[in-house]
């Protein structure tokens, strides 16, 4: 499957509102992830509390909620050039942040489409949903 197979393909569900310049599949990020060449950074942009009811594990997961991206970007510095994904519960305040890192030079900061939520019903049904 590539970048190029059609949403439904990828995972989304039928006619989800989806932004292939800002957004990526949960499966595109499983397949960078167990790709083994420069896997991306993955950035978890919940609260601490839906964090530790569950998340994706991925070796480079950091937990940097939404409202302390601005305050952390400096941390994140190292990663400029790297392939940024940014998750929440939905999508929709992951695609907020990869937009602010965007604004500030992080160029391939993407939001995953559906967040946890799309994760835990389409890749690991183990991880619960809430």
Known sequence: ??????LEERGLPRGRPFDPELETTPRD???????????????????????????????????IPMHETAARLDELSPYRD???????????????????????GFT???SMAGGIDLWSRDIDPTIPRY
Request: aromatic letters at 4%; one cysteine or more; hydrophobic letters at 35%.
């Open 1 to 6: 499957m590539t970048r190029d197979a059609p």
């Open 29 to 63: 990020v499983q397949a960078a992830l167990e790709s083994g060449v420069a896997p991306p950074i993955v950035i978890d942009c919940r609260r601490p509390d839906e964090h530790e009811r569950c998340a994706l594990q991925a070796p480079s997961e950091r937990l």
């Open 82 to 104: 790297r392939e940024i994904v940014v998750y929440c519960h939905t999508g929709r305040r992951s695609l907020w942040v990869a937009r602010y890192l965007r604004e500030h």
């Open 108 to 110: 391939k900061a993407k």
